[in-house]
């Protein structure tokens, strides 16, 4: 993932370290999401881990506390920054993963990032919302009616 972009990066046809080195010209971080997932496990992570910023240790939609657990024995272990994030598939998954800095722009929350200044947040998002996603919405329509 790459955080604090300006533009679209198209990963389309290009290595991971060709994605990487975009990010990074573009002054963003980069983020490897989710490397423990139980589908699709992010490959060559030790090969990885020196080119990018940091590591996701807490994902949402990660119904197995195992993965988030061995991304953040994998972070401390490798000095790595750390971040959480929802992997929202629908808006009422937003916000059921996220950092926390005392920060008052952007910049700051990247060096606060960087300096592993951040709290990690979250819970696990519904697993109904994940199996049954068009239930899912439905149910949170009821729920949370606006």
């Known amino acids: 993932m790459g955080y604090f972009l300006k533009k679209e990066i198209n990963p389309r046809g290009k290595s991971v ?3 990487i080195d975009e990010i990074k010209k573009q002054g963003g971080l980069a983020i490897i999401a989710h490397p423990y997932h139980w589908i699709k496990p992010f490959k060559e992570l030790e090969k990885y881990k020196n080119l990018a910023d940091g590591i996701e240790v807490f994902n949402a939609r990660s119904q197995t506390k195992k ?4 991304s953040f024995i994998f972070a401390q272990k490798n000095n790595l920054a750390m971040t959480a994030g929802s992997d929202a598939h629908h808006c009422s998954e937003v916000g059921d993963a996220y950092i926390e800095a005392e920060v008052k722009n952007l910049e ?17 998002s519904p697993i109904f919302v994940q199996i049954f996603p068009t239930l899912g919405r439905l149910l949170h329509f009821f729920w949370y009616p606006e």
Not at 67 to 70: D, E, H, R, Y
Not at 109 to 120: F, G, S, Y
């Open 17 to 19: 370290e060709e994605v």
């Open 67 to 70: 993965g988030n657990q061995k």
């Open 108 to 124: 700051e929350l990247k060096e606060a990032v960087l300096e592993k200044k951040v709290k990690i947040f979250g819970r696990q």
